[in-house]
C-alpha cells in the first residue's frame, strides 16, 4: 500500500486492468473527531467489463466513484485507472443556455479537439445516443431521458474509456429507465466501454452487469460478489433477474441489520 497520504492515482493504457482499488480508505475531518467513508476497499474491474455497485444510503459509493474519477482524494491505498475516466451524475448538469450540440462541442473544445472537427464529432456522438433531430434543443425543451442520453454523449465525446455512472436513471420513470437501459447496453456491447455503474435497485444492477458488488454500510468495503451468468438482453422482471436480486437484496439486509445493530 503506499505510504502517500493520497490515494496514488495513475491513469494509462499500459495497466492490465481498467481499475484498480487496493486497501482504499477515505476519511473527512480532523483527525481524532474524522468520520470514516470507506475503509480497505479492494475492487478490480477488467477492460470491457460492465459491474454494478449496490450498498445501502451512505456507504460511499459515490465517494469512490469521485475518488476513481479523481474529483476527491483518499486517505490512503492506491486506485489505478488503465485508460481515461467519464464519470456521469443522476443529474444530467447540461448547461441550460447551450443547445445539445454546443453542450457536447464544449466538452470537445476543453479535450483539445480543432474547432473544424468539433461539429462533426459532435453529430456523430449525437446519432450514437439516438438524438438526431434534437441537436439543437436547449435542455429544458428535452424529457429526463433524453437529457440523459445528451449526457452521455457529453461523457463520450472525452475519449472515455471507462463510464463511471452515479445513478444515473434514478430519477427516471420505469419505461424511460427501462429503454435507457437498452441504450446503454447496445453503447457498451458495441464498443470498447468499460461501465462501474452506482445503482440504489438491485434489480438495475442485476439487468445491466457482468458482476454485482455489494458494499457494507458505512465505512465501505466489498463484502459480496455476485456473478450475473445471464445472456443478453435481460428484463428488470424476469424470473432468472428477479431470483439473482433476491440473493443480493438479502445480503443487502443483513449487512444493514449487522450496522443497526453495532457489530
Not at 453542450?103 to 476543453?110: G, H, Q
Request: proline share 4%.
Amino acid at each position: 500500500m503506499s505510504a502517500s497520504p493520497s490515494a496514488d492515482i495513475a491513469a494509462g493504457a499500459q495497466r492490465t486492468g481498467a481499475i484498480a482499488v487496493r486497501e482504499l480508505r477515505k476519511s473527512y475531518g480532523p483527525a481524532g473527531t474524522h468520520s470514516l467513508a470507506l475503509d480497505g476497499l479492494d475492487l478490480a474491474v477488467t477492460p470491457g467489463e460492465f459491474v454494478c455497485l449496490v450498498g445501502a444510503s451512505g456507504c460511499g459509493k459515490s465517494t469512490l466513484l469521485n475518488v476513481i474519477a479523481g474529483l476527491d482524494h483518499a486517505s490512503s491505498g492506491t486506485v489505478e485507472v488503465g485508460g481515461k475516466a467519464g464519470l456521469m451524475f443522476q443529474e444530467s448538469a447540461l448547461f441550460p443556455w447551450l443547445s445539445v450540440q454546443a453542450n457536447i462541442e464544449l466538452a470537445l473544445r476543453l479535450i483539445g479537439v480543432p474547432r473544424a472537427k468539433r461539429a462533426e464529432r459532435a453529430r456523430e456522438l449525437i446519432a450514437l445516443v439516438r438524438l438526431t433531430g434534437s441537436e439543437h434543443r436547449r435542455p429544458h425543451q428535452l424529457s429526463g431521458g433524453m437529457r440523459q442520453r445528451a449526457a452521455l454523449a457529453r461523457a463520450l465525446a472525452q475519449d472515455t474509456d471507462i463510464l463511471l455512472m452515479d445513478e444515473p436513471f434514478g430519477a427516471l420513470d420505469a419505461i424511460t429507465r427501462d429503454l435507457l437501459h437498452d441504450e446503454l447496453e447496445r453503447l457498451w456491447s458495441t464498443t470498447t466501454l468499460t461501465v462501474l455503474f452506482v445503482t440504489h435497485n438491485v434489480r438495475e444492477a442485476v439487468r445491466l452487469g457482468d458482476r454485482v458488488l455489494v458494499l457494507s454500510s458505512r465505512p465501505g468495503r466489498v463484502v459480496r460478489e455476485y456473478a450475473v451468468p445471464l445472456g443478453r438482453p435481460r428484463r428488470m422482471d424476469s424470473a432468472e433477474v428477479v431470483t439473482i436480486a433476491g440473493e443480493v437484496t438479502e445480503t443487502l439486509r443483513q449487512e444493514v441489520r449487522r450496522h443497526a445493530g453495532g457489530h
